[in-house]
């Protein structure tokens, strides 16, 4: 086999067993020479089947024509560090018990398909030709930092049971890893991707990171699993138009740009999108996630959704799903946090899968649609253009402690009514001193929100009312106007606070009837005892005419003038005073004041004050009752 080997010749040694002293002689042997090379040199080389049983150094070694080590044994580590492959290199089912060094390699071609390897790095390797690791297995870890693929990179159904590091990596072609396998952490953090690239029913064990990556065209992670964290923090999709449907425990967006329209479909914990720029608009649909989109950018219009059926791949016609373990875990977060105590929901309990907006924070909504979204503790202030935010579907929001409460307070039973409240005013309303903040909620998502204070809380329910209201929901609507009125109660002058209280009072700001009409009732009872205890006089005596007549002459006409004086209005003694003959009288003149304006009864100077009164509140609590029910009506 050695003889007439020299630099540049044919090397057929299929099925060889080399130990390091034989490998030594065929590598000097190539590497001196008439041609004085540097760089040893082998021409066509065979090592098909061939076993290396010592470390196989292969370093700066040049194949100038095809190299095949198919099926080939590496007991030990095998070198090939800065070495070059003009041509086609084989290495199909080759197999690396130990490292296997490809760190500067230059590569025409290569074909790892089906190769086992435990160490594997392929840092700044060049690959000018295509690179096929298709059904390859990496029981350590795998390095490609760095590495340039020029043509097509195939890893199709890989395993990587170690880390798998892309960092740095760039790929001019498609990039296939589809069905792949991750056990370890993966890291494609700033990967260019100049062309496809595939991770379809990719899986995932660890995280996964493509901070920085660059997608140059589509990004395709249909099916894709990802058991723990997936951050594109910073990514760019240059031509991506769709990212998913895919599951994973937490997917990253933050600082991520999306230069097209883009729909991004995922079964997830919590999706994070904080300053992230779709330029051209999205389509967020999503399961489970808890959804922040602090200071996040829309340029054209966009919206987040919840799906209530499972995601489906239209190809497979399968259902992308998550594990019940995923799934119970998210739930249980959700119990901690968007729940986080009990509060009641109108409409009954939420299901799980509706996602939970927790913040928008410094973000311009005036282009968004949120369907079907859980808005409990979502956090608004500092968000632009609330007022052209539309919400539509079933989007609860949070709701005061429910039942009655007793405490040191005044007064010191208290109930709080029923509406829909923002998280802002739980977390402000819990601030407070006093025993009746204790039921209400701090924020229970972590982080450093805005402390917002009434006034600020006030903007935010006056511009959500007005959200709602062209949205048709004027439930909504009245909501928000209690809450922009209780917010203003609590803050500006003392006069304007006395007002907004009895306003409060005597009808909730307008949207409750039924303290109006409470109200309207007091009113008549407290007329009615007012008349019978001062407003009534006793029964009215007679009119009595009495005069004396002077006799005069029968030729003369007898003209006779009489002056009537009514007689004074005296009260009964009281112990007569409460009798039901009169009750009645004064509850029919209380309800005519109010009502029907029945004024033919003689009263006391205090009556007719009484009845004044009346006729003035009286048309006042009926107004507010009727706007109260007319704003019920609408609901």
């Known amino acids: 086999?050695?003889?007439?080997?020299?630099?540049?010749?044919?090397?057929?040694?299929?099925?060889?067993?080399?130990?390091?002293?034989?490998?030594?002689?065929?590598?000097?042997?190539?590497?001196?020479g008439d041609t004085g090379s540097v760089r040893p040199q082998f021409g066509e080389v065979r090592f098909e089947h061939a076993r290396f049983a010592a470390d196989a150094s292969f370093a700066r070694v040049h194949f100038a024509r095809t190299a095949k080590f198919d099926k080939a044994q590496f007991s030990e580590s095998a070198e090939f560090r800065s070495a070059r492959f003009s041509e086609q290199a084989g290495f199909l089912g080759a197999q690396f018990s130990g490292n296997a060094w490809f760190t500067n390699v230059q590569f025409s071609g290569a074909e790892f398909r089906d190769a086992r390897f435990t160490n594997a790095k392929f840092t700044d390797a060049r690959f000018s030709g295509s690179a096929k690791f298709t059904d390859a297995r990496f029981s350590g870890n795998a390095e490609f930092g760095g590495a340039r693929f020029s043509g097509h990179a195939l890893f199709t159904s890989a395993r990587f049971n170690g880390n798998a590091w892309f960092t740095n990596a760039k790929f001019n072609q498609n990039a296939e890893f589809r069905e792949a396998r991750f056990r370890g952490e993966v890291r494609f953090r700033n990967a260019q991707f100049s062309a496809h690239a595939w991770f379809l029913s990719a899986h995932f064990t660890e995280n996964a990171e493509f901070d920085g990556a660059r997608f140059?065209?589509?990004?395709?992670?249909?099916?894709?699993?990802?058991?723990a964290n997936v951050r594109f923090d910073f990514a760019q999709f240059e031509a991506a138009t769709g990212l998913g449907p895919l599951v994973a425990a937490e997917l990253f967006l933050d600082d991520a740009v999306f230069s097209r329209s883009v729909v991004i479909e995922a079964e997830t914990g919590l999706l994070s999108c904080r300053r992230t720029r779709f330029e051209e608009g999205v389509?967020?649909?999503?399961?489970?996630?808890?959804?922040?989109?602090?200071?996040?950018?829309?340029?054209?219009?966009?919206?987040?959704?919840?799906s209530h059926q499972a995601f489906r791949i239209n190809t497979t016609q399968r259902n992308v799903v998550a594990s019940v373990e995923q799934v119970?875990?998210?739930?249980?977060?959700?119990?901690?946090?968007?729940?986080?105590?009990?509060v009641g929901t109108r409409g009954g309990q939420i299901e799980t899968w509706v996602?939970?907006?927790?913040?928008?924070?410094?973000?311009?909504?005036?282009?968004?649609?949120?369907?079907?979204?859980?808005?409990?503790?979502?956090?608004?202030?500092?968000?632009?253009?609330?007022?052209?935010?539309?919400?539509?579907g079933r989007c609860p929001f949070h709701e005061p402690p429910t039942g009655w409460s007793a405490g040191w307070a005044w007064p010191p039973l208290w109930r709080w009514t029923r509406r829909q409240v923002l998280a802002e005013e739980h977390a402000w309303?819990?601030?407070?001193?006093?025993?009746?903040?204790?039921?209400?909620?701090?924020?229970?998502l972590g982080g450093n929100p805005v402390e917002v204070e009434p006034?600020?809380?006030?903007?935010?329910?006056?511009?959500?009312r007005k959200a709602l209201e062209d949205g048709k929901d004027e439930a909504g609507a009245g909501d928000f106007y209690y809450g922009e009125m209780e917010a203003r109660r609590h803050t500006g002058p003392r006069r304007d606070r006395v007002v907004l209280t009895a306003y409060w009072l005597i009808s909730g700001y307008g949207q409750r009837a039924l303290r109006a009409l409470a109200g309207l009732a007091l009113l008549v009872v407290a007329i009615t005892v007012l008349l019978v205890g001062t407003g009534l006089p006793s029964s009215s005596p007679a009119q009595l005419v009495a005069g004396t007549l002077q006799p005069a002459p029968t030729s003369a006409p007898q003209v006779v003038a009489l002056q009537i004086s009514d007689p004074p209005t005296t009260m009964p003694p009281?112990?007569?005073r409460w009798t039901w003959n009169r009750t009645g009288k004064a509850l029919q003149l209380a309800m005519g004041s109010v009502v029907f304006r029945d004024g033919a009864q003689k009263l006391t100077p205090a009556g007719t004050w009484t009845v004044m009164a009346g006729r003035f509140l009286g048309p006042v609590f009926l107004a507010l009752a009727v706007l109260a029910i007319r704003a019920r009506v609408k609901r």
């Open 1 to 32: 086999m050695l003889s007439g080997l020299g630099p540049g010749a044919d090397l057929d040694a299929r099925g060889t067993t080399f130990d390091a002293e034989l490998l030594g002689r065929v590598l000097q042997a190539i590497g001196t």
């Open 216 to 227: 140059s065209a589509h990004a395709r992670f249909a099916d894709a699993r990802f058991s």
């Open 283 to 306: 389509a967020l649909r999503m399961r489970y996630a808890s959804v922040n989109l602090e200071r996040a950018s829309f340029g054209r219009p966009s919206s987040l959704e919840g």
């Open 328 to 342: 119970q875990g998210w739930d249980q977060r959700a119990a901690r946090s968007r729940d986080h105590a009990e």
């Open 355 to 392: 996602p939970g907006l927790t913040s928008l924070e410094g973000t311009d909504v005036s282009e968004l649609l949120l369907t079907d979204v859980d808005m409990r503790w979502c956090r608004f202030a500092g968000a632009h253009h609330l007022d052209m935010l539309r919400i539509e």
């Open 429 to 444: 309303r819990r601030r407070r001193p006093g025993r009746k903040s204790a039921d209400w909620q701090s924020y229970p």
């Open 455 to 464: 006034e600020r809380l006030a903007v935010l329910y006056r511009s959500l």
């Open 574 to 576: 009281v112990a007569q």
